[in-house]
């Protein structure tokens, strides 16, 4: 297949309003393909009618951590057994997980189930976190050799990862390496939605305004556990751990 503009959408969380306004600006960018990045589903109000809505687009891709853990809460033990993870762990294990069970069903979840860790195409590779975990990635910041090493043995022109919440663009020796960044919970300070446009000029990242307030309301209003804490992530754009 020939290196073509694609569109990288991650981490939506159930968002269905940010992923909305996502959709929208892709219709003016007009990819030849969308891969969706894994964290389909994990604190956001609709997480049902975000899996229906990917599925009906047919996007290709990947499951992420959150989507995972929904099948495999023991990996949140494994991944998350610092004492200064401890308030997260017991949030996801008690509260995220249950609620985004009970939403999804389980026909959605064994969808989710069947997605592959790694998508490839045409020189451009899509994982969530790293190509051997969706729980560990690198760091923006991070050194050339750390990202070559997590991701040289991909191949290609192009590698996106999501999971950190952070995008970013870096040209390396061999390939480029890019973050797509957030459909939801974006934790680089700017609260709006975040995907990844790759074609023969190179990858651009593209921010999308939407109405963050509609989807604190819904968390509100349909008693969503842990609501104030997604909100203050949502408006301000930044990562706070819950409350222990």
Request: charged share 20%.
């Amino acid at each position: 297949m020939p290196f073509m503009r694609v569109a990288v959408v991650s981490d939506i969380h159930g968002n269905l309003s940010a992923l909305e306004a996502v959709i929208a600006d892709l219709r003016a960018v007009s990819p030849d393909l969308v891969v969706q990045g894994g964290d389909l589903v994990g604190s956001g109000s609709r997480p049902a009618e975000v899996i229906d809505l990917v599925r009906d687009l047919q996007w290709p891709g990947v499951f992420g951590n959150t989507d995972e853990m929904l099948w495999a809460p023991e990996r949140l033990t494994d991944v998350l057994k610092s004492p200064q993870l401890h308030a997260l762990r017991k949030v996801l294990l008690e509260d995220v997980v249950p609620a985004t069970l009970r939403a999804i069903g389980h026909e959605r979840l064994a969808w989710l189930r069947q997605l592959p860790a790694i998508w490839s195409a045409g020189g451009l590779s899509v994982v969530h976190a790293s190509p051997s975990t969706v729980w560990r990635a690198p760091m923006p910041d991070a050194a050339d050799e750390e990202f070559e090493t997590t991701y040289g043995s991909l191949g290609g022109r192009a590698v996106v990862y999501g999971h950190i919440h952070r995008p970013f663009v870096r040209r390396l020796a061999t390939f480029t390496i890019a973050n797509s960044g957030s459909v939801s919970l974006s934790y680089d300070g700017d609260p709006r939605a975040s995907y990844a446009v790759i074609d023969d000029a190179g990858i651009t990242i593209r921010r999308i305004s939407y109405d963050v307030e509609e989807e604190i309301s819904r968390l509100l209003a349909d008693g969503y556990p842990q609501a104030d804490w997604l909100a203050r992530i949502l408006q301000t754009g930044r990562y706070v751990p819950p409350a222990d």
